[in-house]
Structures are given as C-alpha cells and as structure tokens.
C-alpha cells in the first residue's frame, strides 16, 4: 500500500468514528478520542477551529457567559480572534444551546431560557390566580 493510499485509509476510518454535524456557519466534530472542535464550515485551517476537551467542556464555557454575551465575553475565556466569533455563531446554531443572535454588529447572542425567566421575574407571574376549592 502506498503511503498516499494508507492516508486516505487512515482519514476514511478516523472519519466513521466521528460524528460532524453542519450548521449554517459552523460544525461541530464529536472525535473518537472524546474531543469537540467547533469549526467554521467549509474552512480547512487550524484558524478556523476550536478543540475542546469534551463537548462538556463547551457546555460549561456557554453556561459562563452572561445573558447577553458578545465576542468579547468569549474571547475573556480565553480565545482569541475570529473564533470567538466563530464560537457565538456556534452557540446560536446548535440546538443543545438555548441562544439567538440578537445583534449583527457587534455580534450578540442572548440566552433563551435565562431570558425567560428573566423576563417573567421583572413582570412577576400574574396568570396564576389561587383558587379556593
């Protein structure tokens, strides 16, 4: 087997042990050694990616940020340049995070579920009436 041909084996086997799943901007690879790497879809270079320890890791990091979170609170984590950016996109994408980009410029996602509860604590609950049966 040439060295070219054992390469492509070695890539097709690594590729049927991950699992990468596409998003509009971004993806993200479940690796076989219990990694997640977020990348930016369609891109090639180590620029355009994050390797985390586990897709727990990533889970935590997004349970860290507040609220309202922009670049710049991804990038107090820690990371650096356009994968901050690449990072907010992700959280928006991938169902497993409850966020919506909320702004363009510059770049803003807000958390669903902590919006919610948010919300209904500043208004109170006033749809529950007691009842005295």
């Known amino acids: ?7 492509d084996l070695q890539e097709a086997v690594g590729d049927a042990l991950t699992q990468r799943r596409e998003f509009f901007r971004t993806a993200g690879v479940h690796r076989e050694d219990g990694t997640y790497e977020v990348t930016r879809r369609g ?3 180590a620029g355009n990616s994050k390797v ?4 727990e890791a990533l889970r935590r990091m997004f349970d860290r940020l507040p609220v309202e979170f922009t670049a710049d609170d991804v990038g107090r984590t820690g990371i650096t340049g356009s994968r901050r950016h690449m990072l907010v996109r992700h959280f ?3 169902p497993a995070f409850d966020c919506d980009i909320t702004r363009r410029n510059p770049l803003t996602a807000e958390k669903t579920n902590e919006a919610q509860a948010r919300e209904k604590t500043m208004t109170g609950d006033e749809s529950e009436v007691a009842s005295a049966d």
């Open 92 to 94: 928006a994408e991938h």
């Open 1 to 7: 087997m040439s060295r070219d041909e054992a390469t």
């Open 52 to 55: 985390f320890e586990s897709f």
């Open 43 to 45: 891109a090639d270079s």
